[in-house]
């Protein structure tokens, strides 16, 4: 067997259990982006699951992948001339393929070393970090079955910017004494209603709010967090380190996801800083299987709060190793992520 770094990709199309409406809207499933690195026999898993809303034209980015990664690469130097492809400061690799990539080959040196990803990244102990359960837009009677189907959790995220929105919080805490917190997703279009909400959500003990305005209104976070009666976690403002080198004095906390970052390592570096300045960290994803959550999940003992409840919204996911208990995603003591792929032909169908 020579040594020879090869790269494979598959399109594949994760479907909800239940349709799965937040403020941009409602959808039946994600399109999500697999990788496989192989090495010397040994296998490292990535994914990158992009929701419709971020604009990307998914078969394209993988019928192109190649020509940002070659589909073989010989020599000792190939793992080290990719990962340093990776982290090009410049490069104009899409995020989705950098993100999969990443986390695949992570996943592989990992393997190679026998040791877990997050003890690559310097990340000690299993420290069993809460996960919310996603309640997004939905009915009042759907809400309140979701919520029987997730009685294991005990912390629930409410996806706020339907018509309902007060009557689902009503219904939950009639039928719930769990803490939750809601993800506004930018659905509220200025201060003075963002306030009016967070209030209302106040008096109802929400821990706090994701996102109250949109990114395009940055100018007004300043007044809304001198004024906020909840703590502010911002999502889709923090794409990045210099997103939040700019804004962290305008929110209590941020929602750091693989995807946003371009990977684990990107957004373990994010959440190191994030940490530094005294700053709330959730560890979330884009609805992702198994395999895009464990490797997420690498960063949770770093993390206040995780929001990786994927692999439970989701019915064909194609790995396993994701194990929910006391209402927390449970970390691996496997070698990588902890994540394995059920069928061995997936990437050859």
Known sequence: MGESLELSIKYFQLLFKSPFGIAHGTRNSTDAIYVKASF??????????????????????????????????????????????????????????????????????????????????GIQGEEKVKCSYTLGISTVDELIEKLIEASDFSLFKIKLG????????????SNSNAPFCVDANQAWESVSESLEWMHWLKERNCLFVEQPLPVKLEKDYAELYQSSPLPIILDESIQGMSDLERLSSVCHGINVKLLKCGGVEPAQALVRQANKLGLKVLIGCMSESTCGAMAAAQLSPWADWVDLDGPRLISNDPFTGAVYRGGSLLLSSLPGTGAELIDKNFFKA
């Open 40 to 121: 010397m026999g040994i296998e490292g898993y990535g994914e990158a699951a992009v929701p419709p809303y971020l604009g990307y034209d998914v078969p394209d980015l993988v019928c192109n992948f190649h020509q940002y990664f070659p589909a073989e690469m010989k020599g000792s130097d190939a793992i080290r001339t990719t990962m340093s492809k990776l982290a090009e400061g410049n490069s104009t690799i899409p995020k989705p393929l950098k993100t999969a990539v990443d986390i695949a080959m992570y996943d592989l040196f990992s393997r190679l070393t026998q040791k877990t990803m997050r003890s690559v990244f």
């Open 162 to 173: 339907g018509e309902n929105d007060k009557q689902r919080v009503e219904a939950f805490l």
